[in-house]
């Protein structure tokens, strides 16, 4: 059973620095997956679509399925993921039911997200707004940071809390 930090928040709300600080501080190795990791290694050009939104669907099953086939060979995983497409949620459920989970969604505010936002540059401007407006809605979180806690004291907190007695993930709820 593989260990899986899932990592849920809008665009720029803080998830591959929070990535990095947990994979600092652990002894364990997780390795650390997201789309922005395929764009940047230029696995995926969005921009080589005629139709992106036609071949959306088969790209995020391959990668959920890629996923699932990292923590199915026993790694550790950090996944950076923005839940914001109907069925995403339940497909995951399904793939990482064998493995333990912790859910953590993060939550800064809407000054903070379009300040991360237009200090990175690489996103369109708006996408965290878009973002936070619904991406939290419905789903239930093992635990929930706003930003207001320094990054490497959430990943302390995150690996203690890993490492110790907790019910089953709110994940899969």
């Known amino acids: 059973m593989a260990r ?23 002894a364990t190795p997780f390795l650390h997956l997201s789309i922005d990791h395929l764009r940047d290694s230029g696995a995926w050009r969005p921009d080589a679509y ?3 939104p036609a071949a959306r669907p088969a ?20 996944v950076e993921h923005i839940l914001d497409t109907a ?6 459920q399904a793939l990482f039911a064998p493995h333990d989970v912790l859910f953590i969604g993060l939550t800064p505010s809407l000054t903070a997200l379009t300040q991360r936002e237009a200090a990175r ?4 401007i708006g996408s965290a707004a878009r973002d936070a407006a619904h991406v939290h ?24 809390h890993l490492d110790g007695p ?8």
């Open 137 to 160: 809605d419905g789903l239930h979180y093992d635990l929930t940071f706003d930003g207001s806690t320094p990054v490497e004291d959430m990943a302390q907190l995150l690996l203690t």
């Open 59 to 78: 790209f995020f099953d391959g990668f959920h399925r890629m996923l699932a086939g990292f923590a199915d060979a026993g790694c550790d995983l950090i």
């Open 166 to 173: 907790r019910p089953r993930s709110r994940f899969f709820s």
């Open 121 to 124: 540059g690489n996103r369109p």
């Open 50 to 52: 005629a139709d992106w």
């Open 4 to 26: 899986i930090l899932f990592l849920h928040g809008p665009s720029s709300s803080g998830k591959s620095t929070l990535a990095a600080a947990i994979r600092a501080k652990s």
């Open 87 to 92: 069925g995403w949620h339940t497909q995951l």
